[in-house]
């Protein structure tokens, strides 16, 4: 087997989190009295993490309540994470298959570490993955490779032996810039297009298929 390792992209891959997000940046938006967006723009919103979704979804001439905004959206999405996110189909099943071909399984995501420990613990449990790792202030956004070359290291395994699954052209550009395998993937919050001109060697309609590139 090629491959030792699986790591995995969070909001988009393992989780359909976008309702949660887009619900509760356009809260915000509309406690500020200001436009709201539809849940297509979210899509190109997510995924360089909050402080840069919250710049994003504000008007360019507003700019300035960054600070007030995020921390509405902090506060809320506190409250309001679990309204409608769930893992997308099959991927438990997934995670249990790789998990018995002896694959050590990671997480590397630009939600908050904290926040993304207890988010992958509540969903999958305690022992599914052997490292998931968020940004904290020893590591750069993605895709910057320092996160997940800190997975890397924590599961015991070399660049090569590295599959990195992922739903954006950010995942494909931190796979390509950490040495690991990109493998793309379409139930996401991206599309095709992007993620292979961003360097995704492999394309995964559904998450079940992941396993022919495995075997």
């Known amino acids: 087997m ?10 988009g891959t393992l989780l359909n989190t976008l309702s949660d997000l887009a619900d509760s940046a ?5 406690e500020l009295s200001l436009p709201t967006h539809d849940y297509e723009s979210y899509k190109y919103f997510v995924g360089n ?6 710049e994003r979804c504000l008007p360019a001439d507003r700019q300035e309540l960054h600070s007030k905004a995020l921390s509405m959206f902090s506060e809320y999405y506190a409250l309001h994470s679990k309204d409608k996110t769930a893992p997308y189909d099959d991927i438990k099943e997934l995670l249990g298959t790789l998990s018995e071909k002896g694959l050590k399984l990671g997480v590397i995501t630009n ?8 988010v992958v613990e509540e969903y999958f449990g305690k022992d ?4 998931i790792r968020g940004l904290d202030s020893s590591i750069k956004a993605k895709p910057d490779p ?10 015991g395994v070399t660049p090569s032996e590295v599959l990195y699954i992922g739903d954006s052209g950010v995942d494909m550009q931190t796979a390509k810039n950490a040495g690991f395998t990109p493998l793309g993937v379409l139930w996401g919050f991206r599309k095709k297009d992007e993620l292979i001109e961003n360097g995704a060697e492999h394309i995964a309609q559904k998450p079940l298929d992941i396993l022919n590139y495995i075997n």
């Open 49 to 54: 993490g909050i402080p840069k979704l919250i």
């Open 26 to 30: 356009n809260h915000v938006l509309s």
């Open 128 to 131: 599914v993955f052997g490292c």
């Open 111 to 118: 939600k908050a570490h904290d926040i993304a420990v207890k």
């Open 2 to 11: 090629k491959y030792k390792a699986v790591i995995f992209d969070l909001d």
């Open 146 to 155: 320092s996160g997940a070359l800190s997975v890397m290291q924590s599961l």
